[in-house]
């Protein structure tokens, strides 16, 4: 072994590089373990407060942005959020993507907050319609070459034919056609089935609007988009210890 590899100031070094590498290693541990937690904890916060407008159960995801620095600033780049079964009024079996961008939470998450703007797709299967529209419908088979829903009424006997449009930003239901063994059917009957449809299609939350409406092979899609809007404080008996 040669001089310099024994003498005290290569010992030193080679201490002083092992301590570095060492703290680095215990720096980086602790940074992705309080990130893992910082994550955990806004994920069940966000859940808490969103579920309160949305209604349902969802899945939430962040952007880019370290959550770490979030637990100190209280804002949020950009949010998705995924729900498989939604109700918005009557509607059930609704499925959504959202994504919310420049939140801001307020007294620790537990005070609501604000939203600068945000996106949505919904998809509502023949089935959810269906479920729905009750007993007096069926079966609902939806053509996006037709870009319109064929509703079995009266077990069969009875099709209706609708069509849903976006109208002042609101999804209005179009009868198309209303045919009972080639005759038409009854107006209030028709109409009570439209009205729901139409109603089923009507409320968002947190400022989402409706902007486009199409048929697909399986169901309705429906696009909305939000401006700045706010998320309401934890409701009585939430857990408002789960903090931001």
């Known amino acids: 072994m040669s001089t310099e590899a024994r003498s005290p100031r290569t ?21 992705v373990g309080g ?7 806004l994920s069940r916060c966000v859940s808490t407060q969103f579920e309160q407008e949305i209604g349902s159960k969802i899945d939430v995801g962040f952007g880019a942005k370290p959550m770490l620095i979030t637990l100190l600033d209280n804002k949020i780049g950009k949010l ?14 609704m499925k959504v993507h959202a994504v919310f961008n420049d939140i801001e939470l307020q007294s620790g998450g537990a005070g609501g907050g604000t939203i600068g703007s945000s996106s949505a797709d919904i998809d509502w299967s023949d089935d959810g319609i269906k479920q729905t529209l009750g007993g007096l419908v069926s079966g609902v088979h939806s053509s996006s070459g037709s870009d319109s829903l064929s509703l079995d009424v009266l077990g069969g ?41 139409s109603e089923s299609l009507q409320t968002y939350p947190l400022g989402l609007r409706p902007t486009e409406a199409e048929v697909t092979d399986s169901g309705i899609a429906v696009k909305l988009t939000g401006g700045p809007s706010e998320l309401q404080p934890a409701q009585p008996g939430q857990n408002t210890e789960i903090r931001c």
């Open 11 to 31: 010992i030193q070094r080679r201490t002083l590089v092992i301590a570095l590498v060492v703290i680095v290693l215990l720096l980086a541990t602790v940074l």
């Open 35 to 41: 990130e893992v937690y910082a994550r955990h904890k």
């Open 80 to 93: 998705t959020v995924d729900s498989d079964d939604t109700k918005f009024g009557p509607a059930v079996d």
């Open 157 to 197: 006997l009875a099709q209706l034919q609708v069509k849903p449009v976006v109208t002042n930003g609101a999804v209005k239901v179009e009868t198309q056609s209303a045919q009972l063994l080639g005759m038409g059917l009854p107006n209030d009957l028709v109409q009570g089935i439209v009205d729901t449809f």
